[in-house]
């Protein structure tokens, strides 16, 4: 008479398997998603999802059911010396090994695992799913203690792995940008505690070189020089990249005329670059216009400080801007070309 | 084989308590048929909250409670568009397939367990031994025969319904029939009760023709031709037993809500007259928690008990009657 395996026996074998088959998963989160920027934190998780994670979790039911008719067992099981046959100890064909796997397993799991607890009080220590699909859990050699000791080994690989995985996410500039939408979302006026955090976080990298701009507009005197450090900036910064729908193609060489509204100073730039910067710009409402280019309609995006990945602030279309620039350090200002 | 349609509900609703009652195996099949049952309900109602959720009503309300969701949905849309579309593709092609066979393996089970009842309940009828694993070796010989006629007889009804509409549509606009009220509306009405007609006997020859598949084996043609000749013979009493069953069904459960209601009345009775005393001391307050807990639980499990129990119910009552009719009372 065979010697059925039990529930703690088919346990530790499960999280044997289990271990073994998500080992691969962990590898690949660790070393193929990338947490320089959150868009490459987004594409590099979509695409770990769309190659490995969805088809390996799609095909699990699959892989057991062949390594169950082929080999008597999933790797956990097989490694503990427990073997899946059918009621006569023979090995179980593939299309019952399938059925046992999914419409078995389903059903053991449907009423709060009720069907797995069955092991526990059947005389052949079989499950429903067992049942279901005539099948037995044999004890073919007593490697438990082996079993035993590589579910601590891999209790310790993956340990390792996860802290190392947090370690790679934790103060990545991902995360950091992560944060600045939380902060945003959690507070509608920054804090100045809020403001650093979000000045911190790192906009998304372009790996065109950025070409100063000489600005045509001098900075005027301030007329009324205070004594005390005022909070808000004397001068301030408006930087800018000019690039085309989706993919980013950078175009260069787009005239911006820009007028304080408040003096009625007017000043043109002309950049030859995909990317420029107007330093040295006093507070005020400015007026920026941006010249068109044939075949393309114009979105722009503006945003102060940093806005990370997502420039979130203003979304509009046309060829004009109108910004209040007070108390700012940095503008951002992104032109984007989409074609007609 | 010659069939004895003689009919007693009082007798088969004995016959199928007695069943329901002495078989654990059949209520485990039965609480697996209900819980397959509520989880298909559940899974479309969760992909009309996700619509709900995903529609521009939905985000407008969240656009009040938060001003900035706007600007962080702003930022999640630049996210998206900034991945090329073919990998959304793959992404969906895989989520559909993924919830394509889930959708075929919840069939499969749902037709296996019908099939495990039907089965369950005939080794009951013949005092034959009665375990998950000798019943689910003939129910799951039966599938694909079983699945054929779930999906055939429907198919077929379906088509001819489109055709008879699309030859109507046809007449009166491609060919420009003249329009004739009196024969639009007998036609509408000769439709209607064809369809009625149709539509009844195709659910009442599938209760047969499911114990003709397997019980008997036949293929989902056969099934179904001698499953509509035999409801034609009985229909009345088969819809008298549909009847039946759901009254029984409705008066337990009724039953069941009426004593939630008495509970919760006395729970504010006892309540609201010992306030005081319970206020006073936590201990009172706990183990007056812990009771309605109890009993609520104990209600839920009684309820999920009973339900389990129609299910076994409900299918042995078709299955006795149909022993009767084919293999005579001896079994029944």
């Not at chain 1, 408006?238 to 193609?249: A, I, L, P, T």
């Not at chain 1, 920026?288 to 979105?299: H, L, P």
């Not at chain 2, 007609?197 to 397997?214: C, H, N, P, Q, T």
Request: hydrophobic share 50%.
């Amino acid at each position: 008479m065979p010697k059925y395996a039990g529930f703690f026996l088919r346990l530790l074998a499960h999280f044997l398997s289990t271990l073994i088959e998500i080992t691969p998963i962990y590898l690949l989160v660790l070393y193929f998603i990338r947490t320089d920027s959150l868009q490459s934190l987004f594409a590099s998780t979509i695409q770990l999802l769309a190659l490995f994670i969805l088809p390996f979790f799609g095909l699990l039911c699959v892989i057991h059911a062949y390594l169950i008719s082929r080999f008597g067992g999933s790797i956990g099981y097989l490694i503990s010396g427990l073997r899946i046959t059918t009621l006569e100890e023979k090995p179980l064909p593939f299309a019952r090994s399938l059925w046992r796997q999914t419409v078995g397993m389903m059903l053991s799991a449907i009423f709060l695992g009720a069907g797995f607890f069955a092991i526990l009080w059947n005389k052949k220590k079989q499950g429903w799913h067992d049942e279901f699909s005539e099948s037995l859990v044999i004890v073919r050699k007593n490697n438990v203690a082996i079993a035993l000791v590589l579910l601590v080994l891999l209790f310790g690989l993956h340990s390792f792995l996860a802290i190392s995985i947090y370690a790679k996410a934790n103060n990545s500039p991902a995360m950091k940008e992560v944060g600045t939408y939380f902060a945003l979302l959690n507070n509608p006026t920054p804090t100045s505690q809020q403001s650093e955090l979000i000045s911190s976080a790192s906009p998304s990298p372009s790996p065109l070189p950025s070409p100063k701009l000489t600005p045509v507009v001098k900075p005027k005197p301030s007329p009324t020089p205070s004594p005390k450090p005022s909070p808000s900036p004397a001068f301030i910064q408006v930087k800018g990249e000019n690039f085309s729908g989706r993919y980013g193609d950078p175009i260069p060489g787009v005239r911006i005329t820009l007028r304080n509204l408040n003096s009625g100073a007017t000043a043109v730039y002309s950049n030859s670059g995909p990317k420029w910067t107007m330093s040295g710009l006093e507070p005020g409402t400015y007026q920026f216009r941006f010249d068109r280019v044939e075949g393309f309609t114009m979105k722009h995006q503006l945003c102060y400080e940093s806005c990370g990945a997502g420039w979130i602030y203003t979304w509009a279309e046309g060829d004009e801007l109108s910004a209040e620039i007070n108390n700012k350090r940095t503008v951002l200002i992104n032109l984007v070309y989409v074609k007609k | 084989m010659a069939t004895n349609t003689t009919f007693s509900v009082s007798d088969l609703h004995k016959s199928a308590l007695t069943i329901s009652k002495s078989h654990s195996s059949l209520f485990i099949l039965g609480l697996l048929h209900l819980f397959t049952q509520s989880m298909s309900i559940e899974y479309s109602q969760a992909s009309e909250e996700i619509s709900n959720i995903t529609s521009d009503e939905g985000l407008k309300v969240v656009d009040q409670n938060n001003p900035n969701i706007s600007t962080a949905i702003e930022a999640i849309k630049n996210l998206i568009a900034s991945m090329h579309t073919g990998w959304y593709v793959l992404l969906g092609f895989e989520a559909i397939v993924i919830l394509f066979f889930s959708v075929v393996i919840s069939f499969f089970a749902q037709l296996f367990l019908s099939s495990s009842l039907i089965v369950g309940v005939s080794r009951a009828i013949q005092k034959k031994e009665n375990e998950l694993g000798n019943i689910s070796h003939q129910a799951r010989k039966s599938i694909p025969l079983l699945f054929w006629l779930f999906i055939l007889p429907n198919l077929i009804a379906g088509i001819c319904v489109a055709l008879s509409i699309g030859i109507l549509i046809g007449a009166y606009v491609l060919w420009n029939i003249p329009f004739v009220p009196i024969i639009a509306i007998l036609g509408t009405i000769v439709a209607v009760a064809v369809g009625i007609y149709g539509g009844i006997f195709l659910k009442l020859s599938a209760i047969w023709a499911e114990r003709f598949v397997v019980l008997q084996q036949l293929d989902w043609k056969h099934a179904m031709i001698r499953g509509y000749a035999l409801s034609k013979t009985c229909w009345r009493n088969m819809i008298v037993l549909g009847l039946h069953n759901a009254m029984y069904v409705f008066l337990r459960v009724f039953g069941y809500i009426l004593l939630l209601l008495l509970g919760i009345v006395c729970v504010v009775f006892i309540s609201t007259i010992a306030e005081q005393t319970i206020q006073k001391y936590f201990i009172l307050q706990l183990s007056s928690l812990a009771i309605v807990g109890i009993l609520f639980i104990t209600w839920v499990v009684f309820l999920i008990r009973f339900l389990a129990r129609a299910q076994v119910f409900t299918s042995a009552t078709w299955t006795s009657w149909f022993h009767k009719m084919y293999f005579g009372d001896n079994h029944a």
